[in-house]
């Protein structure tokens, strides 16, 4: 349980990730058993923490799993480039929308930070991208998600 790919079909991009089972063992517990077939999302890119892509997980992948309420671990509000952040959020906790939000933030360039309009909010920093190619090729399809928008997002144990 440690290595997994980060698939963008529509950039042809494969990103290889790995987690960080000994400083936030419960998030990667989750996310690797709802990694137990393939995860089918979407990105955006973030509009208020800087370079990032935020992917939100299906609720149904997660509403019943280890990352529903998942605890706090490892957190961090200054994510470095290559680092991914999980943020469980309750239903109506942002922006009032009326169902809780499995967020994975990848993190791909520098001077980012876990600050919201309601204010600090901290990740838990559960797996990171460690090989600079493998962060290169991260860097570039957050450019082409800010640059073009929403992109399709695979999540797929290695």
């Known amino acids: 349980m440690s290595d ?23 998030t990667c517990e989750g996310f690797w058993k709802a990694l137990a077939g393939l995860v089918e999302t979407s990105g955006n890119h973030a509009m208020y923490t800087g370079r990032e892509i935020s992917v939100q997980l299906p609720g149904d992948v997660c509403k019943n799993g280890a990352l529903h309420e998942v605890p706090k671990e490892n957190l961090t509000c200054f994510p470095l480039p290559g680092d991914l952040l999980f943020t469980f959020m309750p239903k109506h906790a ?8 499995y967020d994975v933030g990848l993190f791909y ?18 797996a990171m991208v460690s090989n600079e190619n493998e962060r290169l090729k991260l860097e570039k399809v957050g450019g082409i998600i800010n640059e073009e928008g929403r992109q399709r997002v695979v999540f797929k144990r290695s």
Do not use: C, Q, S, Y
Request: glycine share 10%; charged share 20%; net charge positive.
């Open 4 to 26: 997994f790919k980060i698939i963008f079909p529509d950039a042809e991009v494969e990103v290889k990730a790995v987690l960080l089972n000994d400083k936030a063992p419960r």
């Open 94 to 101: 942002f922006g009032g929308l009326p169902f809780p939000i």
């Open 109 to 126: 360039g520098r001077d980012a930070r876990t600050f919201f309009p309601m204010g600090w909010l901290p990740g838990n920093h559960f």
